[in-house]
């Protein structure tokens, strides 16, 4: 099977369950905010090693011969699980504009977290060290981007959010 099937439901759950449930919140999730000097290079990366990622899993085949396969399965549905969760989450922000209910109360990124789990299965399905490469890249801009969000989130919302930071994990 070609690992762009892998695709699929994420793109259902990122763009069709969100739209579905709160379009605002879908241009939300579209957002990133602004970056400053070496910021940008980060978002680059990210953007970069994210299309990378999309596009390579189309030229991969999923490989079914071997317990890998069930192990990659597990991590993989894992991954989309927490990304189904962390969106119906995000859909719903407190009136503060600030999600902190859900999976927000255990991690302040868990759609990134999701993404990760969610790709390390896809790797594991495809037995891919490119895309394992791939992935880390992502990641490692991936935790820039959310310094980048956390500074923009301070500014935004203040000592309510710097609260929110003393409270919950950056990610698990």
């Not at 060290?129 to 992502?138: N, P, T």
Request: hydrophobic share 50%.
């Amino acid at each position: 099977m070609n690992g762009f099937f892998c695709l699929v439901p994420l793109l259902f759950i990122r763009f069709g369950v969100l739209r579905l449930l709160n379009e605002d919140a879908l241009r939300r999730a579209a957002l990133f905010a602004p970056a400053i000097g070496k910021e940008k290079v980060a978002l680059w990366f990210y953007q970069v090693s994210n299309s990378f990622i999309f596009v390579y899993l189309c030229f991969l085949r999923i490989q079914t011969d071997s317990y890998w396969f069930y192990i990659g399965l597990v991590i993989y549905a894992l991954g989309l699980l927490l990304c189904l969760m962390s969106v119906l989450d995000f859909a719903k922000p407190g009136e503060n504009g600030i999600n902190t209910t859900g999976f927000y109360q255990i991690s302040r990124n868990p759609m990134y977290v999701g993404y990760f789990i969610f790709f390390l299965g896809c790797c594991v399905l495809t037995r891919s060290w490119l895309l394992v490469a791939s992935l880390m890249v992502f990641q490692v801009s991936g935790h820039w981007i959310i310094r980048l969000e956390e500074r923009w989130c301070i500014e935004k919302f203040g000592q309510e959010y710097i609260s929110y930071m003393d409270k919950v994990r950056r990610y698990m």
